[in-house]
């Protein structure tokens, strides 16, 4: 068992300490691309965490995580498309978000499709957004992100959006269905036909979400 006490000192510690800028939303679909590979059994989300403290957070609070080293090709790649050398930033698989959970740390309007199953969600800083994974169906998931109309994004977020780097460094560039409803903008990765039927089957169950009656 972990003493509470360490716990709550080695968080507070981790405020003071800077992490560099990540390119979270390639790695986020980074990610989905891996799940959209393998067998399409649901699996706990990741997130990526850079140095030896945070993950030391990251093991009080959830555990023991799976830690994933990010291939020499798909490093290599990102550094000469970003400019950032991820050859430290390891991907650490950790317990799902629930969505009441996250709502206790956003204030973003979190839609959540009618009749899909959230299997996790991960408010965007600044409350820009969330990024929800959907279970679709039985067999499969997608990644849904929902952000405010006119959030400010990151010069290195844009420049990613729509790529796919694989483990052997070779770059793939993504179908990204896109939509807007409101003040949110709705975006899913598509990294196979299939996957473009689920993105018309999430557009449809938000804009269903936000239609019902309240």
């Known amino acids: 068992m972990i003493d509470d006490s360490l716990a709550c000192r080695v968080r507070a510690a981790l405020e003071g300490v800077p992490v560099p800028a990540l390119p979270a939303a390639a790695l986020a679909e980074r990610i989905a691309a891996s799940n959209a590979r393998g067998v399409r059994k649901p699996r706990r989300p990741a997130v990526a965490i ?44 950790v317990a799902p978000m629930s969505l009441a ?32 994974t959907v279970a679709v169906d039985v067999h499969a998931q997608a990644t849904l992100f929902e952000r405010r109309v006119g959030a400010p994004m990151s010069a290195l977020d844009k420049k990613m959006q729509g790529i796919g780097v694989h483990d052997d460094g070779s770059v793939r560039r993504l179908n990204v269905r896109r939509w807007r409803i409101g003040q949110t903008d709705f975006s899913v990765p598509m990294f196979t036909l299939e996957y473009h039927r689920y993105a018309e089957e999430l557009e449809r169950a938000t804009r269903a979400a936000v239609a019902a009656p309240r």
């Open 101 to 132: 959970e996250a709502r206790r740390h956003t204030t973003f309007p979190i839609v959540v499709p009618v009749g899909k199953r959230v299997l996790d969600a991960r408010p965007q800083d600044h409350d820009a957004g969330i990024v929800l």
């Open 50 to 93: 850079a140095g030896g403290v945070i993950l030391l957070a990251g093991a009080l609070a959830v555990g023991v995580p799976a830690v994933i080293k990010l291939s020499p090709g798909y490093v290599r790649t990102m550094q000469r498309l970003t400019g950032r050398d991820l050859s430290r930033v390891r991907v650490v698989e």
